[in-house]
T-cell receptor, first 113, second 113 residues
Framework: DAGVIQSPRHEVTEMGQEVTLRCKPISGHDYLFWYRQTMMRGLELLIYFNNNVPIDDSGMPEDRFSAKMPNASFSTLKIQPSEPRDSAVYFC???????????FGQGTRLTVV | DQQVKQNSPSLSVQEGRISILNCDYTNSMFDYFLWYKKYPAEGPTFLISISSIKDKNEDGRFTVFLNKSAKHLSLHIVPSQPGDSAVYFCAAVSSGSARQLTFGSGTQLTVLP
């Protein structure tokens, strides 16, 4: 398996634009997580899914953020409208049922100017 | 309020010597702890874990120690190698919160040749 695949690797956008981050989890994994890494807050969980269903989105910072998982092999994290303070590295991770260790993608570095 | 704290943002160690990375937590509900390693431009990768029913877990050069009464865990790397230079994240999870990993802010380890 190629691991968790995220796209794009880098995204630069202007303030106010919509940004969509994509993630393909490892096949067979039941859990999918979206994390954000910043210098100030480190790695923080935004939302996670179990069997494509959002379980906990309490980490989503504001209504400008939304996440979907239409099927077991694809998830998106959307920011609309984007703001400079959203600049961070966004990681997607997946985990199989019964395991705690999550496998991370390489991340998307988002820069909002 | 940070529930998992890594108070040392950086650590430098000479090759061949022991590296000790520390982590403190405040939530007494945490019962499983993990260490992740992260290289630049890559996602975190799982390194080693420990359950709260143990006080030590060893895997090759890596050993994690858990002191529940002090709410403290540490990662020992011996002997340290230049390839160990990376950011190390401590993470914790409680069985009641499914797979929600709470991460520390990370410690940058530099192993000097």
């Amino acid at each position: 398996d190629a691991g968790v695949i995220q796209s794009p690797r880098h995204e630069v956008t202007e303030m106010g634009q919509e940004v969509t981050l994509r993630c393909k989890p490892i096949s067979g994994h039941d859990y999918l997580f979206w994390y954000r890494q910043t210098m100030m807050r480190g790695l923080e969980l935004l939302i996670y899914f179990n069997n494509n269903v959002p379980i906990d989105d309490s980490g989503m910072p504001e209504d400008r953020f939304s996440a979907k998982m239409p099927n077991a092999s694809f998830s998106t994290l959307k920011i609309q409208p984007s703001e400079p303070r959203d600049s961070a590295v966004y990681f997607c991770a997946s985990a199989p049922r019964g395991d705690t260790e999550a496998f991370f993608g390489q991340g998307t570095r988002l820069t909002v100017v | 309020d940070q529930q998992v704290k890594q108070n040392s943002p950086s650590l430098s160690v000479q090759e061949g010597r022991i590296s000790i990375l520390n982590c403190d937590y405040t939530n007494s509900m945490f019962d499983y702890f993990l260490w992740y390693k992260k290289y630049p431009a890559e996602g975190p990768t799982f390194l080693i874990s420990i359950s709260s029913i143990k006080d030590k877990n060893e895997d090759g050069r890596f050993t994690v120690f858990l002191n529940k009464s002090a709410k403290h865990l540490s990662l020992h790397i011996v002997p340290s190698q230049p390839g160990d230079s990376a950011v190390y994240f401590c993470a914790a999870v409680s069985s009641g919160s499914a797979r929600q990993l709470t991460f520390g802010s990370g410690t940058q380890l530099t192993v000097l040749p």
